[in-house]
């Protein structure tokens, strides 16, 4: 029992263990990492991007003489990055896929592994070189936070079990473990600066506190410097150093001092051994620890030394008189928790009865919890102090230390709906933490985390980190990964990146038939307007925004498998193109779509053993082809009108004059009369193309020009609503388009004709026709009457019975 309390005591003062920020388990994989200084100048929390420029920043080594801190062979990296317009940031750049990879290669704990190749050493560098207003300042704080946390994470769930541990059954570990964290983070800091510290002094002062006399000046500044460092050490849990420190100084007993806290072990009592062996720890433990109190309260002695023997003894006030920051706070509060808890366990045990008389009513009966201790720093005193407690990752670290996961998650809510934007890496923090939590299988604010995603995928779309984004939208839950993946891809322009994107999203797991479906369906109806009615004048050219409805075709091209879905989300569009006599916009789409679609459609569903294609994707293939027998009717008439309005025009005659400008003007007659000829002829064949194509759409096959052939399908009322209202708006225009190319070629015999197609009921055209338009038809059939009669046949062109 005596050594088991003894070990948890010594937990308390040196308890070392590794907080590598290691994923896997082969030898190697650790980084440590050298940390910024605790005390620096100016606080620098809840930095945004904007404000980095602005901070300040200490070196870890400000006010330790003769310290060395970093190695030469990073100059050349610094100097290279000290170039660029943000070499901080530079720097950092590649942690954003570092952590994806990570994750990606550990999904189960990757979060231990993610800074393994942390170049915090080239930041420091840099740092020092670019000034003390610098945005690398603020990046690297910003990166050393993040590394403490991750080791704070580390500890607490890897070398605890947290999951499986209730908290209440484990909290003197939880305490050592933080304690430690803290010791170590300081220990980082200050490297191995006491080794060259010089003193003036090297022989033991005498002792003033007894004799009430002076110190000689050269004593008194070393012991001043000694105290400090030897309280620094202390901090950083490096107590075996701080006595080798003293002896160094020729203040052995001082050192001795620093040992009484061991817990007295005699094991010749037990082990019936001839042989004695050495005998451990403190007989009178409780009277050293008494002594250290008394001299924690002696107001005579320097503040350091006070808080030395303030550390060893548990008394929190002397303690917190030396600590000028949150972590310096915490780790006071901590380690006297710890102390505490020891001894209780020792009066519990029996252990400690004659130590129990000695210890002072207000450690005894103190009852201080980790809430308790965060309550009380968010109601310091002290400005800096108070400053950091609101600090993003001492936050953080809070609810971690207390394992309030709600209560992080909230903290996270309200951070992002503030006004201010978060630092690209604390919202990449925030995303790995809750993805390892998530890794853990820990109850969480399903809300939160989304958000948190959403708000990482954000950036990353922002920042044009088009490798990362599929991999993290993949965590969100799929509908609404989809929809992100889709917005995502509307923002990718360079045709080259596409296919990319897309086999990123398999690679991820997530649907690309939905998003791609989902970005060209967003894309297609914005700027949504009701079908226009052909008799409005339209603006006809093709815009900006036509550009990327053409455009977004392209994402359901790049996959056979989906040339189904490509066909009816052409059709779609061109619908509305068509609507609005956006010829030449329908004709891009048109060409967009693969040749062999039809046939590739086909042959996916025999591949399956399907004898026919769904009802679905038959109905997409006809409106395919009814379109296409729109645009060729469309373009015909174009050609006919082109060359119509181009006819060679007759030579004006020349007054007679000589013989050689007569032979002239007959030369340019007979060129103008075979020019006529030829054009007249063009003309015939382009009024035979014409009226044939547009036949075509008139006479449809199977039904009619936009009419599904198999109703089996799923309705569809947008669908069918449109293609009802281009059968009113086309094929009337069409119709006067036909009549028009007939009468201007002086066919009113045919035009009269088209009457009847019009009016047939196999056909019911008339249908389509609105009463003004049947109107206005009629009275150009009218027109092609009249110029008959003037023929000398009657009005229907036939001759006239005698």
């Known amino acids: 029992i005596t050594m088991s309390l003894s070990l948890s005591l010594s937990l308390s003062l040196s308890l070392s263990l590794s907080l590598s920020l290691s994923l896997s388990n082969s030898p190697g994989s650790r980084c440590f990492l050298h940390i910024g200084s605790r005390r620096s100048n100016a606080s620098l929390h809840n930095l945004d991007d904007s404000d980095w420029t602005n901070s300040m920043y200490t070196s870890p080594v400000s006010g330790m003489e003769n310290t060395s801190f970093f190695t030469d062979d990073i100059t050349n990296l610094s100097s290279a ?204 433990r409780g009277i050293w620890k008494a002594c250290c109190w008394r ?272 066909l009816k989300q052409s059709n779609a569009i061109m619908r509305k193109f068509l609507a609005l006599q956006k010829h030449d916009a329908a004709k891009a789409v048109f060409s967009k779509v693969p040749e062999d679609s039809m046939r590739e459609i086909y042959c996916q569903w025999t591949g399956v053993g399907q004898t026919t294609a769904p009802a679905e994707d038959e109905n997409a293939i006809r409106e395919h082809l009814c379109i296409r027998a729109y645009l060729e009717a469309h373009e015909a008439f174009t050609d006919w009108f082109s060359h119509s309005s181009s006819a060679p025009q007759k030579p004006a005659p020349a007054p007679e004059a000589k013989f050689t400008e007569r032979v002239a003007n007959e030369m340019r007659e007979k060129e103008y009369e075979s020019s006529l000829a030829a054009w007249s002829a063009r003309l015939d064949v382009l009024t035979e193309d014409v009226k044939e194509r547009i036949y075509n759409v008139l006479l449809f096959v199977d039904g009619g020009w936009m009419i599904d052939n198999r109703q089996d399908s799923e309705q569809d009322s947008e669908r069918s609503h449109q293609m009802a209202a281009l059968r009113s708006l086309c094929l009337p225009r069409l119709s006067f388009l036909l009549l028009s190319v007939l009468q201007n070629s002086s066919r009113h015999q045919e035009a009269l004709r088209l009457a009847d197609i019009i009016s047939s009921d196999q056909h019911r055209l008339y249908q389509v026709f609105s009463k003004e338009e049947l109107r206005r038809f009629l009275q150009k059939l009218r027109e092609s009457s009249l110029a008959l009669l003037d023929r000398g046949v009657d009005p229907l062109g036939y001759e006239l019975q005698p």
């Open 295 to 566: 001299m924690a309260e002696e107001e005579q002695l320097n503040r350091y030394e006070r808080a030395i023997y303030a550390s060893l003894s548990g008394n929190l006030k002397p303690l917190l008189a030396v600590c000028e920051s949150w972590e310096d706070c915490v780790w006071a509060h901590f380690r006297v928790m710890v102390d505490s808890l020891v001894e209780k366990d020792l009066m519990s045990s029996g252990m400690a009865h004659q130590e129990v008389e000695t210890l002072p009513r207000e450690y005894l009966e103190a009852n201080w919890t980790m809430e308790k201790v965060f309550e009380e720093l968010q109601a310091s005193e002290t400005k800096r102090v108070l400053e950091e407690t609101r600090e993003h990752y001492h936050v953080i670290q809070k609810f971690v230390i207390l394992g309030d996961l709600d209560g992080l998650l909230e903290e996270f809510s309200d951070w992002l709906t503030a006004s201010k934007p978060l630092p690209s890496h604390l919202l990449r923090f925030m995303t790995h933490l809750v993805l390892f939590f998530r890794s853990l299988g820990l109850a969480l604010k399903e809300e939160v985390c989304v958000d948190v995603l959403k708000a990482y995928v954000s950036l990353l779309i922002r920042d044009q980190q088009t490798e990362l984004v599929a991999s993290y939208v993949s965590q969100l839950p799929a509908e609404l990964a989809t929809a992100q993946y889709a917005a995502f891809l509307e923002t990718v322009n360079q045709p080259e990146l596409r296919p990319r994107c897309l086999q990123l999203a398999t690679d991820a797991g997530l649907d690309v038939a939905a998003i791609t479906k989902l970005v060209v369906e967003t894309v297609r109806e914005r700027d949504e307007t009701e079908f226009t009615h052909h008799s409005q004048t339209l603006e006809t050219a093709t815009t900006k925004e036509d550009l990327r409805k053409i455009d977004v075709i392209d994402w359901l091209l790049f996959d056979p498998a989906h040339r189904a879905e490509s």
């Open 81 to 284: 990055l000290l170039k660029e317009d943000d070499p901080g940031e530079a720097a950092a750049a590649s942690l954003f896929p570092e952590f994806l990879g990570s994750f990606l290669k550990h999904s189960s704990s990757a979060v231990f592994e993610l800074l393994e190749e942390y170049q915090v050493d080239v930041l420091q560098s840099v740092v020092l070189r670019a000034g003390q207003n610098s945005k690398t300042a603020g990046v690297r704080w910003l990166l050393l936070q993040e590394n403490c946390t991750w080791r704070l994470i580390t500890s607490l769930y890897r070398y605890l079990d947290r999951v499986q541990l209730a908290m209440e059954d484990d909290i003197m570990t939880d305490m050592v473990l933080v304690v430690d964290w803290l010791e170590s983070i300081a220990k980082d800091q200050i490297g191995d600066f006491s080794d060259n510290i010089e003193y003036y002094a090297k022989n033991d002062p005498d002792a003033p506190l007894r004799q009430q006399r002076p110190l000689a000046d050269l004593d008194r500044e070393d012991d001043v410097r000694l105290l400090k460092n030897l309280f620094t050490l202390i901090r950083a849990g490096m107590t075996e150093e701080a006595q080798r420190l003293c002896k160094r100084c020729g203040q052995a007993w001082r050192a001795a001092t620093l040992e009484g806290w061991k817990l007295y072990h005699d094991p010749n009592m037990t082990s019936g051994s001839i042989e004695l062996q050495p005998v451990e720890g403190n007989p009178q």
